[in-house]
């Protein structure tokens, strides 16, 4: 059981530094954390697995180098790259879910705008009409004004 907790804190070491290491750098050098973060746990996974197969098993333990290998090296290993790979899918469709909204919510707020925009045209038209229809109405009663000073002087 401590293998697994020792080679997730491996990997999250990785995860980690490969972020660090991404805010060092002007444009991200490593796009994938989660897969990035399977390389020291897999190079760690070689050199424990080479000690074990190198070194004789306790005493104290009646354990072959097969069964060890696979219960402190194989398993542990694939659980957590079985792990990264939920995570980066789980992940990867959170922002497939999140475009989506945002396409929809710019979908939304450009109608908001077009409805914005022709209420708007609609009021500026109906002030335009008004302004045009009282220059009319002064023009017309200056004309009739004139019209009235043209009877009286003739």
């Known amino acids: ?3 697994i907790f020792f080679y ?3 990997y999250f070491v990785g995860y980690y530094g490969s972020n660090i290491l991404n805010m060092f750098t002007v444009r991200p050098l490593i796009t994938n954390r989660f897969i990035a973060a399977l390389v020291p746990v897999i190079g760690v996974a070689m050199l424990h697995g080479y000690m074990i197969a190198t070194k004789p098993p306790p005493a104290s333990q009646d354990i072959t180098v097969e069964s060890a290998l696979f219960s402190y090296v194989v398993m542990p290993v ?3 790259t079985l792990g990264a790979i939920y995570f980066m899918w789980n992940t990867r ?3 497939e879910e999140e475009a989506e909204e945002a396409v929809r919510k710019a979908a939304e707020e450009a109608e908001e705008d077009d409805e914005t925009v ?3 045209a609609e009021k ?3 002030a ?3 302004k045009t229809e009282s220059v009319e109405s002064e023009n017309n009663s200056d ?3 004139d019209a009235d000073k043209k009877r009286k002087d003739s």
């Open 124 to 126: 500026e038209t109906e």
């Open 8 to 10: 997730i804190f491996i």
């Open 78 to 80: 694939v659980i957590v």
């Open 143 to 145: 004309e009739i004004e």
């Open 128 to 130: 335009t009409a008004e």
């Open 1 to 3: 059981m401590g293998a």
């Open 93 to 95: 469709r959170a922002e």
């Open 118 to 120: 022709s209420a708007s």
